[in-house]
């Protein structure tokens, strides 16, 4: 399906462009960010009931984190020595 929008080129859907690529790139990194900030026992929820409360609240943190900084967002490396 293609989308084309005259009035702004950079949501021209046509098979995606570099803008789009980043900012689903940066949501990524948001929702990573912050899924290994919490602790393990609400990593489980988001995990098994993922269109859950928790889930919920996750996606839309990494939302606002990844739609209110021009910097690039890093991604901690996965360990959790906090949420333990």
């Given at each position: 399906?293609?989308?084309?929008?005259?009035?702004?080129?950079?949501?021209?859907?046509?098979?995606?462009?570099?803008?789009?690529?980043?900012?689903?790139?940066?949501?990524?990194?948001?929702?990573?960010?912050?899924?290994?900030?919490?602790?393990?026992?609400?990593?489980?929820?988001?995990?098994?009931?993922?269109?859950?409360?928790?889930?919920?609240?996750?996606?839309?943190?990494?939302?606002?984190?990844?739609?209110?900084t021009d910097e690039p967002i890093l991604?901690?490396?996965?360990?959790?020595?906090?949420?333990?």
């Amino acid at each position: 399906m293609r989308f084309l929008v005259d009035e702004n080129p950079k949501i021209t859907i046509k098979g995606g462009n570099m803008k789009q690529q980043s900012m689903a790139q940066k949501y990524e990194a948001a929702w990573h960010k912050l899924f290994y900030t919490l602790p393990r026992w609400e990593q489980r929820c988001v995990i098994e009931e993922h269109d859950g409360r928790h889930a919920s609240e996750l996606a839309h943190q990494a939302a606002c984190l990844a739609e209110t900084t021009d910097e690039p967002i890093l991604a901690p490396s996965g360990n959790n020595p906090e949420g333990e």
